[in-house]
Structure formats: C-alpha cells, structure tokens
Nanobody
C-alpha cells in the first residue's frame, strides 16, 4: 500500500510564502494537492502528471506545483498567501492516469497538513 508523507505546513501572515512537500513510498503517475476548510467541500488546488500542471483559478499565478520523480515527491510552493488559503492541505496521488486534473479521482491520500494565513 502506497503511503504519502506530507510536511511543510504552518502559520504565516498574508502575503507570505510556504512550501509543502509530499513524498510517496512508490512512484505515482499523478500527484496533487487538495485543501479543505471545516464546513466546506474539499477543493483541488494543484496537480501534476509528467510536465503538465493543473491549477485552481483561485491559486493561479500564486502557487507552483513541482515534482521530483527520482524521489517520488511533489512540492507546492505557495506565494502571496491570503487568509482564504487557510485550511488542511492534503497530498493525493494515483498510479494509473487517465488524466491528472483536479477533477479526476485520486486513490491515495496523505494525512494532511495545516496551513493558517492571518490577515
């Protein structure tokens, strides 16, 4: 069973930056980041398969997803953070593709890391 280990959450003031990391115990074709706030549905933030990245409109031009295939890792660099970016961020992955977009079903999930952005 594949395990995802996330790190890098924390608290930051608006306008600041954070970098999330996710390492998978085995290669995954698609890796992405989703976030959830209590009382709201989970939403896709960014995902990547190969060299193609997908972003939610709300984070375009502020967040960058990258991967290190040799380490089975994915990273989310979050710049110019806003209070609405606060939430629990989950790394997700899947081995079999059929698309790596945010609207595709991901089969492996991490435990989540907390991101808090204060105004």
């Amino acid at each position: 069973q594949v395990v995802l280990q996330e790190s890098g959450g924390g608290s930051v003031q608006a306008g600041g930056s954070l970098r999330l990391s996710c390492v998978a115990s085995a290669y995954q074709t698609c890796m992405g980041w989703f976030r959830q706030v209590p009382g709201k549905e989970r939403e896709g933030v960014a995902s990547m398969g190969g060299t193609t990245a997908h972003y939610a409109d709300s984070v375009k031009d502020r967040f960058v997803i990258s991967r290190d295939s040799a380490r089975n890792a994915a990273f989310l660099t979050m710049n110019n953070l806003e209070p609405d970016d606060s939430g629990t961020y989950y790394c997700a992955a899947k081995l079999y593709a059929g698309g790596c977009g945010l609207n595709h079903e991901y089969t492996v999930w991490g435990q989540g890391v907390q991101v808090t952005v204060s105004s």
